[in-house]
């Protein structure tokens, strides 16, 4: 390099003459004309100078700066856009109620609601003037106050009705700013959309008409609307109120149940069938947790941690496994564990066949990631009902509660996890005459197993998330501790339950994910 520059006398980097570089600006030029459309030379120069450095580089584009959010709109930066649009809609609304608004509507609302008491209290003081009463003294303090009290509110209407030209003005300061920082910002941000749009010519360039459209009535009805409900306050009740229909609520209603209805007569087999499944599965957790003798379960469970975590960790579990059993939580704790080791097992065999399964099917995995997302981002008191309706109470219903609420992680990650094995690495076990169930067990798994054992960690804290809520509905365990003190507002109990239950938490998370050291 050093030596083609003494030898040329300029870095090639710099030389603008070469052929290579006048042909690259010549691309670029035709780039910039197919990408912007409109005034293709004014852009080209603009872009060479905004590419020349990597510093911010402050141009003006009137047409930007006049149109504002319309004009970034109709570009395809709607990231810039809606931001602007926020701004300049605060600063019409400003103008149009400083000029044509009501500034004192809300002080008059408060005057005709005093006149009302008002006139009732006049009534009751000519009454008891009339009659000779003890209380017309009071009578007349309330109705001096009352009046005082509307001099002193109209008097506050008459000084917010005179700051109108003030809050115009305001309006208009904010406009014109924003309209100055549009004009500066629109050519740099454009030229970072032509960047984008070399590399991904699905981008959309240039200045459609119809997109120019559906930018102005999109805009003008967001300001007008805000306008007319910000100057006018109270006026048009179709803005602040959305029109609602009863009967369309009660209609949806009697639908929704109908249908649970329908579903829990024709479906009793299958729900009676899965109920049987959890049962099989709870009652042979409870007699491993519950039944067996504690020194036995503790042992194992200071041992699995031992191996899986090392010995520090082991040690941590022994003082949370003493913790809960000196506190009285030992039972309510391993009937914890039963109910979440129910709800994590069933969901990690649903889970992990099925993210195998839908790996290598992009279009199954688009089909289910829809009721994966209603599954986490639904409130759990949300589909509580429709399970009580299925499964009654109890622990049956718990376990479902829980497994919907915990069971995508593992689906999710381990789709990641085999998505994200090299396709290197498995073609070169085909080309060895790797059969598909060697390529599964040998290849797929062992390198998506992070994610796998990942997955499976955010499962079983899901799951344990649930406790509380789970008991609700007869879970039992250490959430209905919880429950009973938020219940009688019993700090104490809480506390030392809500310890109990990260304890338990913390020596799964280190079981599952955690390597000996």
Request: aromatic share 10%; charged share 15%; with cysteine.
């Amino acid at each position: 390099m050093s030596d083609a520059v003494n030898d040329l006398g300029v870095n090639p980097l710099e030389d603008t003459t070469s052929e290579a570089a006048q042909a690259y600006a010549s691309e670029r030029r035709e780039n910039i004309r197919s990408f912007v459309r409109t005034s293709p030379d004014y852009y080209i120069a603009l872009f060479d100078k905004i590419g020349a450095t990597s510093a911010f580089t402050p141009t003006l584009n009137l047409m930007a700066g006049l149109f504002g959010p319309v004009w970034f709109g109709a570009r395809g930066l709607w990231n810039w856009a809606l931001p602007f649009l926020i701004i300049e809609t605060l600063a019409f609304v400003q103008i149009a109620r400083g000029l044509f608004g009501d500034l004192a509507a809300d002080a008059m609302a408060r005057i005709a609601s005093i006149e009302g008491t008002l006139e009732l209290r006049r009534q009751q003081l000519a009454a008891a003037i009339e009659s000779g009463s003890d209380r017309v003294d009071a009578f007349q303090r309330t109705v001096d106050s009352l009046e005082a009290n509307i001099g002193g509110i109209r008097a506050e209407a008459d000084a917010v009705a005179a700051t109108g030209p003030t809050v115009a003005l305001t309006g208009l300061v904010i406009l014109v700013l924003a309209k100055v920082a549009q004009a500066v910002m629109a050519n740099t941000a454009l030229e970072a959309r032509f960047s984008d749009w070399l590399s991904d010519r699905t981008v959309r360039s240039g200045l459609p008409v119809g997109q120019i459209v559906f930018s102005a009535i999109f805009m003008g009805l967001i300001v007008l609307a805000a306008m007319l409900h910000y100057s006018f306050p109270g006026r048009f009740t179709l803005l602040s109120d959305f029109p609602t229909d009863p009967d369309i609520r009660l209609f949806s209603i009697d639908r929704v149940e109908g249908f649970f209805n329908w579903a829990v007569l024709n479906g009793e087999a299958l729900f009676d069938g899965i109920t049987y499944v959890i049962r099989l599965v709870l009652d042979a957790l409870e007699i491993v947790f519950v039944s067996t003798p504690w020194i036995v379960i503790a042992s194992l469970i200071v041992l699995l941690t031992w191996l899986t975590a090392g010995v520090r960790m082991a040690i941590y579990s022994s003082a949370f496994l003493a913790y809960m059993g000196l506190l009285g939580f030992w039972e309510k704790a391993m009937t914890t564990l039963a109910l979440l080791g129910t709800a994590a097992c069933l969901s990690i065999l649903i889970g992990i066949p099925l993210g195998m399964f839908a790996a290598r099917r992009p279009r199954l995995y688009k089909a289910i990631q829809p009721v994966m997302d209603f599954m986490q981002t639904m409130p759990a008191f949300v589909f509580m009902i429709p399970v009580i309706a299925f499964f009654g109470t109890g622990k049956p219903a718990a376990v479902v509660t829980t497994m919907i609420f915990g069971g995508t992680p593992v689906v999710r990650l381990t789709v990641l996890g085999l998505r994200g094995v090299p396709e290197s690495v498995r073609e070169a076990a085909i080309s060895f005459g790797a059969t598909q169930w060697y390529l599964l067990t040998k290849v797929d798994l062992p390198l998506a197993g992070p994610s796998i054992r990942a997955g499976i960690n955010q499962t079983i804290m899901l799951s344990l998330a649930m406790v509380v809520v789970a008991s609700l509905i007869g879970a039992k365990g250490l959430g209905e501790d919880v429950l009973e003190a938020l219940q009688y507002a019993n700090v104490g109990q809480g506390i030392l339950a809500g310890f109990a239950i990260l304890f338990c938490a913390m020596i799964l998370d280190r079981i599952v994910q955690g390597q000996r050291k």
